[in-house]
T-cell receptor, first 115, second 113 residues
Framework: GAVVSQHPSWVICKSGTSVKIECRSLDFQATTMFWYRQFPKQSLMLMATSNEGSKATYEQGVEKDKFLINHASLTLSTLTVTSAHPEDSSFYIC???????????FGSGTRLTVV | QKEVEQNSGPLSVPEGAIASLNCTYSDRGSQSFFWYRQYSGKSPELIMFIYSNGDKEDGRFTAQLNKASQYVSLLIRDSQPSDSATYLCAVRKDTGTASKLTFGTGTRLQVTL
């Protein structure tokens, strides 16, 4: 149990286009999901906390209009990178907590390359 | 001062030895502590978590927590080459599944043959 599925695993897009990343909790309901970004050889940086049925909470310095988060159901959260630029190229990972006795579970990540 | 600090390494240990990974945190009110393993290019995998002072063992792994010293460690016994990875320490300030984690920068472990 406690599986988080993330798609796609990798995506290449042209500069200026938008990319949507999906994160699903497969065997539990997640009222909250977390979106991280990780640049090479750096640690995970929390971008935003996604809340089912309400607005996401963004960390300081993260552009809300650029990184659109939608958490429309208890099992699905999406992150849309709008008007992507090469500097948005990174590893994006989602996470959720199924509750005790599990810890925070991570999706497999999405490697975004903007060309 | 960083919220969660780890030595970046690399920490090199021979196969079969004990690897000791350390983490300190700044917020004395932190409630729970997590250790993750991350292989290059992959997402983090949970090793174990600990809430109470003392030791918690799970197979070859032992987490140790000392809240008075604001210190948490992970011991890996009988280290294997497959343990070579980056180990991330994460701290949660509040209780509940909606509470976010704060990660350290990770310690890279190399287990040599």
């Amino acid at each position: 149990g406690a599986v988080v599925s993330q798609h796609p695993s990798w995506v290449i897009c042209k500069s200026g286009t938008s990319v949507k990343i999906e994160c699903r909790s497969l065997d539990f309901q997640a009222t909250t999901m977390f979106w991280y970004r990780q640049f090479p050889k750096q640690s995970l940086m929390l971008m935003a906390t996604s809340n089912e049925g309400s607005k996401a909470t963004y960390e300081q310095g993260v552009e809300k209009d650029k990184f659109l988060i939608n958490h429309a159901s208890l099992t699905l959260s999406t992150l849309t990178v709008t008007s992507a630029h090469p500097e948005d190229s990174s590893f994006y990972i989602c996470s959720a907590h199924p509750g005790f006795p599990y810890g925070y579970t991570f999706g497999s990540g999405t490697r975004l390359t903007v060309v | 001062q960083k919220e969660v600090e780890q030595n970046s390494g690399p920490l090199s240990v021979p196969e079969g030895a004990i690897a000791s990974l350390n983490c300190t945190y700044s917020d004395r009110g932190s409630q729970s502590f997590f250790w993750y393993r991350q292989y290059s290019g992959k997402s983090p995998e949970l090793i174990m978590f600990i809430y109470s002072n003392g030791d918690k063992e799970d197979g070859r792994f032992t987490a140790q927590l000392n809240k008075a010293s604001q210190y948490v460690s992970l011991l890996i016994r009988d280290s294997q080459p497959s343990d070579s990875a980056t180990y991330l320490c994460a701290v949660r300030k509040d209780t509940g599944t909606a509470s976010k984690l704060t990660f350290g920068t990770g310690t890279r472990l190399q287990v040599t043959l």
